[in-house]
């Protein structure tokens, strides 16, 4: 299996027949031509970078045509302007947005990544090979 990294707004005008979250850790989605795709971020030591939340249903991106998909990165140690910060925030974070949306509805993801400055906390989107459905 090989892995292909990629820009999350190659998703536009795909049509997934799944959208999963994997423990707050992964987002995985298929196409309806059997493509794969992934959210997620290779843990390391002394750092983590998980799904803080989702707003909107990931059912709402399946079935239909991808009309947006946007990644926002705020990696400059400062809490977005009405970002609730977690309970115990180390010295480096980084917090990603996803942006996706069909004719059925949006979903915002918010992905917390945080470290102690040595290690990555950017979330990768890759597409899967060798799994093809």
Known sequence: MTYEKLSVEILKGKTFTSAENVNNEELRFTTSEGERFRLYHEQDCCESVTIESIVGDLQDLVGEPILLAEEVVNDSNVNPEGVQVPEYQD???TWTFYKF?????YVDVRWYGESNGYY???VDFERVEGEKT
């Open 91 to 93: 010295d480096c974070f």
């Open 101 to 105: 949306a069909t004719r059925k509805g």
């Open 120 to 122: 990555s906390e950017r």
